[in-house]
């Protein structure tokens, strides 16, 4: 089946301005991961979705940062007042319950540059 | 605290030779490993895994990976590289139980020469 989508694969935008990012994982999977890439720091976890269970925040790096998956599906992260900083790859993995839960399947990456 | 090494940030080889990535851990249990690959422009695609058993093992494109616990390594390798294996090699570890959070490596940037 399909794998990992994402959405934008790239966006520009204006520091100060407010982003959604949207991801589609593989159907069926129950667990949903952002993680952050960007140079200098490498892969970070930011957020973690499994079923209905309340998410793992643990790593957003400030509040302006927000994520939601809506019926179990498909998740969007929004970025809020954006900062230069904030410019990286954003990706998205899923992954299933049962046997091979620990693998992640990635999507191919937001790009998001802030000017 | 928890890290992943990856200590060549670049390698370069040449076409038909034979490559070796390094990864080392710390961790406070062994966790489970795996190796991803990055084209440029793509996400991450899982090249193989280890949770128990063998130490030896295989993956996709004809790599491998060992598990060394005593070194707390887990090296990937290939004996021939081909051209269309450039690319950046992620290694992670991610506990065996909870909420499965990757700990990545800062990736190894491979380079052939044709």
């Known amino acids: 089946g399909a794998g990992v989508s994402q959405s934008p694969s790239n966006k520009v935008t204006e520091k100060g301005k407010d982003v959604e990012l949207r991801c589609d994982p593989i159907?069926?999977?129950?667990?949903l991961y952002w993680y952050r890439q960007s140079l200098g720091q490498g892969l970070e976890f930011l957020i973690y979705?499994?079923?209905?269970?309340?998410?793992?925040k643990s790593g957003l790096p400030s509040d302006r940062f927000s994520a939601e998956r809506t019926g179990g599906s498909v998740s969007t992260l929004t970025i809020q007042r954006t900062q230069q900083e904030d410019s990286a790859v954003y990706l998205c993995a899923s992954s299933t319950l049962g046997a091979d839960s620990e693998t992640q399947y990635f999507g191919p990456g937001t790009r998001l540059l802030v000017l | 605290a928890q890290s992943v090494t990856q200590p060549d940030i670049h390698i370069t080889v040449s076409e038909g030779a034979s490559l070796e990535l390094r990864c080392n851990y710390s961790y406070g249990a062994t966790p489970y490993l795996f190796w991803y690959v990055q084209s440029p422009g793509q996400g991450l695609q899982l090249l193989l895994k280890?949770?128990?058993?063998?130490?030896l093992v295989q993956g996709i494109k004809g790599f491998e990976a060992e598990f060394k616990r005593s070194q707390s390594s887990f090296n990937l390798r290939k004996p021939s590289v081909h051209w269309s294996d450039a690319a950046e090699y992620f290694c992670?570890?991610?506990?065996?139980?909870?909420?499965?959070?990757?700990?990545f490596g800062t990736g190894t940037r491979l380079k052939v020469l044709a």
């Open positions: 159907s069926g999977h129950t667990a």
């Open positions: 979705f499994q079923g209905n269970s309340a998410p793992d």
């Open positions: 280890y949770f128990s058993g063998d130490t």
């Open positions: 992670a570890v991610v506990a065996p139980s909870g909420t499965y959070k990757y700990i």
